[in-house]
């Protein structure tokens, strides 16, 4: 079975979809739980994922060095051994020692197009624009920001959303079904083996792997 280390700063939603399907869903008997890691020793993602049983580890990241602090991470996430780290609203940009310490085998999930859109406030983004249509992205991990190789793309339609509060609840439905079924195909060996070396590539792709 695949280790996931999946990391988050808040609520954790997409850690209770993830870890449900560890457990009952399309991850069982391809993935476990190592550990869920939080930089923000508060999050109540790391309350509730207590409750359902994980591991739990964080290390507070307020006014550290970016590169001394995911050295830290680096070193307590290998205690776990994982085999894949699983970013799952962790609102903090990863240097390049975190990047190279598990190349490949980062992924984020981000609620917007990342070829349109990166960064925070992508919800926001969309309702604002009033778009009729937005993009939720599974992609790995790369050293810029929001620009690593796309795995899988899902739309969601915002047509009559009219709250941003609505057009987050037809994303967060979308993100919380797409984040497991593309590490389910990722672990099967389904995804074509996409590495931040060939994400060039990867980016003059212009139609996303998955439509
Ligand atoms: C999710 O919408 C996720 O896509 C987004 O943060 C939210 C976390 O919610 N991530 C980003 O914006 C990354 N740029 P959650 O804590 O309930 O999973």
């Known amino acids: 079975k695949a280790r996931l280390a999946i990391l988050l700063s808040g609520r954790g939603s997409n850690m209770v979809a993830l870890v449900k399907a560890v457990h009952s869903g399309v991850l069982q008997n391809l ?21 359902l049983g994980c591991a739990t580890a964080s290390l507070s990241s307020q006014g550290r060095k970016r590169a001394e602090f995911d050295a830290e991470v680096v070193e307590v996430l290998n ?16 240097s390049p020692t975190f990047i190279r310490a598990f190349a490949g ?7 917007a197009d990342t070829h349109q859109h990166q960064g925070l406030h992508a919800y926001e983004w969309a309702f604002e624009n009033q ?5 939720i992205t599974v992609h790995l991990v790369d050293e810029g920001l929001d620009t690593g190789p796309v795995l899988a793309q899902h739309p969601v ?21 797409l984040y497991a079924d593309t590490l389910a195909r990722l672990i099967r060996g389904e995804l074509p083996n996409l590495t931040p070396e060939t994400a060039t590539a990867a980016e003059t792709t212009p139609e996303p792997l998955v439509p």
């Open 79 to 94: 205690q776990y051994r994982p085999d894949y780290i699983v970013l799952a609203g962790y609102m903090r940009i990863l």
């Open 157 to 177: 339609d915002l047509q009559g959303a009219d709250s941003l509060a609505e057009v987050e609840r037809r994303g967060l439905a979308v993100e919380h079904s």
């Open 31 to 51: 993935a476990e739980v190592a550990v869920v890691f939080s930089n923000k020793p508060d999050a109540p993602g790391l309350e509730t994922a207590a409750a």
């Open 131 to 135: 778009l009729p249509e937005t993009k």
């Open 105 to 111: 085998r980062i992924l984020n999930i981000h609620p």
